[in-house]
């Protein structure tokens, strides 16, 4: 059974950092894709930063250059560290393969960016 589990969230200020962490078990994150995504009130779930087995990573334009997805094969567990945060970063942000599968989208956790 695979369970994706999510934390590091927060309420921070503007400008702001924090490091979210996927734990997975019962799948592999070196041998996976995988994708953090996030969704915010009243919008669709979207794909904001992706690395592949050959740890190459790919970002949506809105966080480029201000995150940065990394993975701990001995930990099995994918970061995101989050830079820079601003207001439009505020949602609950979740973990799970590139191509998502429903069974693996865990409980996520919620960033607020806020003053």
């Known amino acids: 059974q695979v369970q994706l589990v999510e934390s590091g969230g927060g309420l921070v200020q503007p400008g702001g950092s924090l490091r979210l962490s996927c734990a997975a078990s019962g799948i592999s994150v070196r041998f996976n894709a995988m994708g953090w995504y996030r969704q915010a009130p009243g919008k669709e779930r979207e794909l904001v930063a992706r690395?592949?087995?050959?740890?190459?990573?790919n970002y949506a334009g809105s966080v480029k250059g201000r995150f940065t997805i990394s993975r701990d094969n001995a930990k099995n567990t994918v970061y995101l560290q989050m830079n820079s945060l601003n207001v439009e970063d505020t949602a609950v942000y979740y973990c799970?393969?590139?191509?998502?599968?429903?069974?693996?989208w865990g409980q996520g956790t919620q960033v607020t960016v806020s003053s």
């Open positions: 690395i592949d087995t050959t740890a190459y990573t």
């Open positions: 799970n393969r590139d191509v998502p599968l429903p069974e693996y």
